[in-house]
Nanobody
Framework: QVQVVESGGGLVQPGGSLRLSCAASGSIFSIYRMSWYRQAPGKQRELVAGITTTTGYINHADSVKGRFTISRDNAKNTVYLQMNSLKPEDTAVYYC??????????WGQGTQVTVSS
């Protein structure tokens, strides 16, 4: 089993920055991909960014390219999402997701990001 816990959300003004963290624990050796998703009220959950830990492959949604950056710290078993130039439309609950080689699909509890003046 894998557990993931997000932190770092909050209220920020448009144009501001936040960094989200996702700490993984448990059977972390089996994880091959970690991603950030978000879900705004009344909308479907969407992929924001992901990193494949075995290859280092990274992808970002078109809506956040150039503003958000996913990264990882292997020593801390943590994945980050640096969010710059935030817009009101970035307001959502942000979720961390981990996939492992046994077919496991693990979600965190989510962290709220609100962009408002």
């Amino acid at each position: 089993q894998v557990q993931v816990v997000e932190s770092g959300g909050g209220l920020v003004q448009p144009g501001g920055s936040l960094r989200l963290s996702c700490a993984a624990s448990g059977s972390i050796f089996s994880i091959y991909r970690m991603s950030w998703y978000r879900q705004a009220p009344g909308k479907q959950r969407e992929l924001v960014a992901g990193i494949t830990t075995t290859t280092g492959y990274i992808n970002h949604a078109d809506s956040v390219k150039g503003r958000f950056t996913i990264s990882r710290d292997n020593a801390k078993n943590t994945v980050y999402l640096q969010m710059n130039s935030l817009k009101p439309e970035d307001t959502a609950v942000y979720y961390c997701n981990a996939l492992d080689r046994t077919g496991g699909n693990f979600w965190g509890q989510g962290t709220q990001v609100t962009v408002s003046s």
